[in-house]
Structure formats: C-alpha cells, structure tokens
C-alpha cells in the first residue's frame, strides 16, 4: 500500500494587510488632524509667541517644546510600525500552526491507513485458514478472526460474526448425521467457532454494538447436538432445525427462533425470557424447568401440554401460548428475581391466547 506525500507548505504571498493599513491610516490621519488644527487656530508663527514667558524670551524652550513634538510624532509612528510587525509576526505563527496540525492530520490518517491494512490482511488471513483441510488450522484461523472483531469492532465485528456464522453453518450442514449419534458434540471446529461468537458479544466493551448487530443463522441443521451450557442468547435462528437436539442449561434469552424445528428436542433448565417462537414446531417437544419470561409463541405449531414444565415471573408472563398449557409463576420478592426450589409459587396461569398479525416478518 503506497504512502500518501505530505502535503508540501503553502507558498508565502504578498497580501494585502488590512490591519496594517488601519494602523498606518490612523496615525497619517491623527498627524494630518493636528496639522490642519495648528493651521486653523489662532496662534502666531512668532519666536515672541512660542518662546516667551512673563516677557523672557527663551529659545531654549522653544526648540524643547518643537522636539518633544517631532520625538512624540516619531514614537507614535514607532509604535505603529511595532503593531504590522506584530501582525505580520501572528499572521506568520497561525500559518505554521495550519501547516503542522495538516502535518498531523497526515500522520494519523497514514497511521489509520497502515492499520486498516493490517487489518485487511488479518482478515483474509482467517479467512483463508477457515478453509484449511486441518482441524487446528481452521481453530487458529477462528482464533484470529476472533481477537480481530475484539480488538476493532467498529470495522470488523459484522465481518467476522458473518462470516463465523456462515462457517458454522457450512459445516453443520454438510456433516454425516450416522444415527443414532444422538445427541452428539458439535464437530470441533464448528464448537470452537459458536465460543468465539459467544466470546465476541460477551466482550465488555462490544456490548453495545453487540445488541445493535446480531449474530444471525439461516436454515442451520443443528439437529442431533448437545448444546449444553451455551451463551446463545440475542442470536437469530431464523428456520433452523433443532430437531432431537438437547438444549440443556443454556442461555437462549432474547434469541428469535423464527420457524424453527424442535421435533423430539429437549430443552431443559434454560432460560428462555424474551425469546421468540413465533410459528416454531414443537412436536414431541420436552420443556423441563424453562424459564419462559415475556417469550412470544404466536401460532406455534404441535406443542403439547403433557411435555410442557416452563415458568415465568409474575410481571413478565409469555405471549401467545396456547391456553391449555399450565404455567407456574413465582412472585420476584424482595430480594430480586432469584427463584431457589420453586419457593414463593403463585397459582398456576393458563394463558389466553391473543389474536397475533395475519402476516410474520422475519425479524
């Protein structure tokens, strides 16, 4: 990558100077007033009138009062030009201060350049390892890829989230399902890269940027995996399958589960609290112990209450839940939401389903 030249010093040029000139007016008009007063009043041009005092005639005083006034004149114009000096001197110390902070502005924008190529590079550089025929390769490649979207997330967290999912994706759904390996390990590479998008959105200071950009899967054949103790929460899994997977002790809260399948899954000790399963189908689908929080089931397809064990709190119930599937509530108290061996339960809820929108977006 070339190095942009510095920009060379702007040329000196001979400009006109209005400050100098208000100065240099004032003083020819001050001088020319007091001429033209001299002039007009009524004195005499006499040695008798300048010099004489009670009758004494005093050259003496007459050629101190005429220098006085020639030195006085001479000072004013001495102070004047001690003034365009000073102008000139502050015009000429702005002009250097431009030309450095341009200076330095070229600094930082070859130094922004510099990094952004070595970011580039990174990137292709894990990229390119990704599509290693060796398992520890494609982890290094994951790895780098991984401390890349930590380091500068403003460039590059949407970059390497995109292309970790989609990794993800390839390899899940190219696998050999052999049955009855059930549920199974995610393939290593696969699992190191889903710890990685969940060490990236859990990094400290991506948060922000982490809830603006999620981390998204289309279509992914999760079946037949452990996904146990997983930080899955606010990621999308729009029409992906999750049939005879079991979700154990994971966090899926504020995930969108958008058309997806869990035929003959487990979900078990999870929290699910503003999750989305809107057209999800749960044929043979068992929930032991999930917390189900504000989650929203518009028209979920198969679920049947004799497999269903979830729970909520009593001021964020769940949306769109059929209304023969028994709920448990628990009241938060005092001591904050932390429910310890279902103390404090409350009547069990059935939910009223409510009329959701004709039309689902993706979301």
């Known amino acids: 990558m070339s190095k942009p030249e510095e920009a060379p010093p702007p040329p ?5 100077h209005t400050g100098a000139a208000m100065i240099f007016g004032g003083f020819l008009t001050a001088a020319a007033l007091g001429v033209v007063a001299l002039l007009l009043s009524d004195i005499e041009w006499t040695w008798e009138y300048w010099g004489t005092s009670d009758g004494v005639f005093d050259r003496s005083a007459i050629f101190r009062n005429f220098g006085l006034t020639i030195l006085g004149l001479l000072a004013l114009g001495l102070g004047a030009w001690r003034s365009w000096t000073a102008q000139l001197q502050a015009q000429s110390s702005l002009r250097q201060a431009g030309y450095a902070a341009q200076q330095v502005d070229n600094a930082i924008e070859q130094r922004r350049i510099a990094v952004r190529g070595q970011q580039v590079e990174r990137y292709q550089k894990g990229a390119l390892m990704l599509e290693s025929q060796h398992p520890t390769v494609r982890i290094a490649g994951i790895l780098t890829l991984r401390e890349l979207a930590v380091s500068d997330p403003e460039d590059t967290y949407a970059l390497v989230t995109t292309l970790l999912s989609n990794f993800i994706s390839g390899v899940l759904n190219t696998r050999p399902l052999a049955a009855p390996a059930f549920p199974g390990a995610l393939p290593q590479d696969a699992e190191k890269a889903l710890d990685a998008l969940s060490f990236i959105k859990r990094t ?13 899967f289309d279509d992914t054949d999760f079946s037949r995996i452990s996904l146990l103790g997983r930080d899955l929460s606010r990621m999308k899994f729009i029409r992906c399958n999750f049939n005879e997977t079991a979700i154990h002790n994971a966090d899926i809260s504020e995930c969108s589960f958008f058309a997806a399948k869990f035929n003959d899954a487990y979900i078990i000790d999870c929290n699910a609290s503003l999750a989305d399963f809107t057209l999800a189908d749960f044929n043979s689908t068992n929930f032991r112990m999930v917390n189900i929080s504000g989650a929203v089931f518009w028209d979920v397809k198969n679920i049947n209450p ?6 909520c709190w009593s001021d964020n119930e769940p949306i769109g839940l059929p209304s023969t599937i028994p709920i448990k509530r628990y009241d938060a108290g005092p001591d904050g939401k932390n429910r310890e061996r279902f103390e404090r339960q409350l009547p069990n809820l059935f939910v009223r389903s409510r ?9």
């Open 12 to 16: 000196q040029k001979d400009e006109f």
């Open 204 to 216: 400290e200071h991506l948060e922000e940027i982490a809830r603006s950009i999620a981390i998204q």
């Open 306 to 311: 004799d497999n269903i064990d979830v729970w």
């Open 355 to 363: 009329t959701p929108s004709d039309e689902y977006l993706l979301p």
